[in-house]
């Protein structure tokens, strides 16, 4: 019985992910969402943040803060995070300036140090800060929101807002009109390095392994959350694609295999 509640709160806690076709920040963002103890640690700043229900999705970055008040000043609860001697041991500068915003701050500069702590708890990059935020305040998340390779100018508007940020290290390649590919591949090859070698990196999760099929797996994976059995799982699954005008096989291991290896992901 106590199971089955669990279940039943995960299901109502569940984040959706609005899909562009990109497979691999799918399951990037997915490892993360669905974390049963991610999506506590949300349900709980949600309640600090008295957010009874989720907002509508849309508008950019800057309208996602807004909906939070800069009126309300306050302090974070740091009680709930697990990994703040970590954050401090390997981040003590970023760990102060994060602390600077936990107590006595307005409310969007609050939550935005919660998403750097909450990235820092699941050893996430700092990119992964719009979509702690989305999926706070929407319940969805957006993989167009996750920039985790781009190219910006950094001019001065830039500057002034990156080094007001509240964040956490991050690697960036510069170049030049004259920048050649080979150069990049060196540059990309030098972080790849840096990653593996800098200890201000070493509380980045461990990276999973590309799953091609990592959107059935998830499906399948919420399917047995909400109670189904195997084989009724896989009974639907094969409907479903028939509708589709595919013909899929899939009996109770597939589904099995499937939901165990997305259960043994959750936990990189």
């Not at 000043?73 to 981040?91: A, M, P, R, V």
């Not at 609050?110 to 800060?129: D, K, S, T």
């Not at 998340?141 to 991050?170: K, M, S």
């Amino acid at each position: 019985m106590k199971m089955r509640n669990q279940n039943k709160d995960l299901l109502t806690l569940k984040v959706e992910i609005v899909d562009n076709g990109n497979t691999s920040i799918y399951q990037e963002i997915a490892l993360l969402v669905d974390k049963p103890d991610y999506l506590k640690l949300i349900d709980k700043v949600r309640e600090e943040y008295s957010i009874d229900e989720v907002a509508p999705a849309k508008g950019d970055f800057s309208f996602l803060l807004n909906l939070f008040d800069p009126s309300k000043e306050g302090e974070i609860n740091l009680k709930k995070y697990k990994s703040l001697d970590k954050f401090k041991e390997l981040l003590p500068k970023e760990f102060a300036n994060v602390l600077s915003f936990a107590k006595d701050a307005i409310e969007p500069l609050r939550v935005q140090a919660e998403a750097v702590l909450i990235c820092f708890e699941f050893g996430r990059p700092y990119y992964f800060v719009p979509i702690v935020l989305q999926s706070i305040m929407y319940g969805i998340t957006d993989i167009d929101w996750l920039q985790r390779t781009q190219a910006v100018v950094q001019d001065q508007d830039y500057a002034g807002h990156r080094f007001n940020e509240i964040n956490i290290p991050q690697i960036v390649i510069e170049m030049s009109p004259y920048s050649t590919y080979n150069d990049i591949k060196q540059a990309i090859r030098d972080s790849k390095k840096i990653f593996k070698e800098d200890l201000r990196f070493k509380y980045l999760g461990t990276k999973p392994d590309y799953h091609e099929e990592i959107r059935k797996y998830r499906y399948w994976y919420w399917e047995r959350v909400a109670g189904k059995k195997f084989s009724e799982i896989a009974k639907d699954w094969n409907a479903s694609q028939e509708k589709k005008g595919f013909i899929d096989n899939t009996i109770d291991i597939d589904v099995i295999n499937a939901v165990k290896t997305y259960k043994d992901l959750l936990q990189l």
